[in-house]
C-alpha cells in the first residue's frame, strides 16, 4: 500500500512557465513533508519542506502547499529553468522527528528552452 | 547541508559474489544511517536503519542474512551483498541525519552505487 503517491510520473513544462508537482498521501498521521530533487546515477537532494501546521512554505523559486484536510501537497517552481530538469521525489516523515521518510515513486520534470 | 559519500559509484560482479559498499558521513557524526534501494522509476525504498553499535533495523521483506549491515563508527556504515544474484541489481543509496540539526530535518543522501550483477 502505497502511502506517498505521485501520480503523474512526467511533467514537460516550458522555459519561464510554472511547473506544478503533486503529491497525495494517505496517512494523517505524516506531520513533516519534503520535496527532494534527483538526477540519474546521484542521490536526492532536498529542496524544501513543510511542517503540516503550515499550509505554505516559499523559498525563492520553490513554493511547497499543503493541504492537510485533502492529503495534498503541492510543489509550485516558477519560472521554470531547464536546469530543474529532473525527478522530483515527495517524501513524508512516519514517526515523528526521528522516524523514517516514506518517499513517493517521483515525477519527471522536463523543462524545455 | 552536510556530506555524506558512497563507495564505489559503480560496482560489476559476478553471479554469487558479494559486494560492500561503504557509506560515509564528511563533515557529522550520524548516529543513524539508512539504506534505500531504487529499482528504475521506482521509488526510494528503505531497506535498513543503521544504529551505531547496535544491529540494523530492517524492513519487512528485507533478507537480513544476506544484506549484511555494519555501522562501526558514528561515520561509516556499510552494507555487504552476500551472494549477488542478477535480481539484486539496483541503485543503493544511503543517507544520514545530522543530528545537530535536531528535530524534523532532511536525511542527507549519499550519491548512490550502481550494482550489476552478471
Known amino acids: 500500500d502505497q502511502q506517498v503517491k505521485q501520480n503523474s510520473p512526467s511533467l514537460s513544462v516550458q522555459e519561464g512557465r510554472i511547473s506544478i508537482l503533486n503529491c497525495d498521501y494517505t496517512n494523517s498521521m505524516f506531520d513533516y513533508f519534503l520535496w527532494y530533487k534527483k538526477y540519474p546515477a546521484e542521490g536526492p537532494t532536498f529542496l524544501i519542506s513543510i511542517s503540516s501546521i503550515k499550509d505554505k512554505n516559499e523559498d525563492g523559486r520553490f513554493t511547497v502547499f499543503l493541504n492537510k484536510s485533502a492529503k495534498h501537497l503541492s510543489l509550485h517552481i516558477v519560472p521554470s529553468q531547464p536546469g530543474d530538469s529532473a525527478v522530483y521525489f515527495c517524501?513524508?516523515?512516519?514517526?515523528?522527528?526521528?522516524?523514517?521518510?516514506?518517499f513517493g515513486k517521483g515525477t519527471k520534470l522536463s523543462v524545455k528552452p | 547541508g552536510a556530506v555524506v559519500s558512497q563507495h564505489p559509484s559503480r560496482v560489476i560482479c559476478k553471479s554469487g559474489t558479494s559486494v560492500k559498499i561503504e557509506c560515509r558521513s564528511l563533515d557529522f557524526q550520524a548516529t543513524t544511517m539508512f539504506w534505500y534501494r531504487q529499482f528504475p522509476k521506482q521509488s526510494l525504498m528503505l531497506m535498513a536503519t543503521s544504529n551505531e553499535g547496535s544491529k540494523a533495523t530492517y524492513e519487512q521483506g528485507v533478507e537480513k542474512d544476506k544484506f549484511l549491515i555494519n555501522h562501526a563508527s558514528l561515520t561509516l556504515s556499510t552494507l555487504t551483498v552476500t551472494s549477488a544474484h542478477p535480481e539484486d541489481s539496483s541503485f543503493y543509496i544511503c543517507?544520514?541525519?545530522?543530528?545537530?540539526?535536531?528535530?524534523?530535518?532532511?536525511?542527507?543522501f549519499g550519491p548512490g552505487t550502481r550494482l550489476t550483477v552478471l
Open positions: 517524501a513524508a516523515y512516519y514517526g515523528g522527528s526521528q522516524g523514517n521518510l516514506i
Open positions: 543517507s544520514a541525519r545530522d543530528p545537530r540539526l535536531g528535530g524534523y530535518n532532511e536525511q542527507f
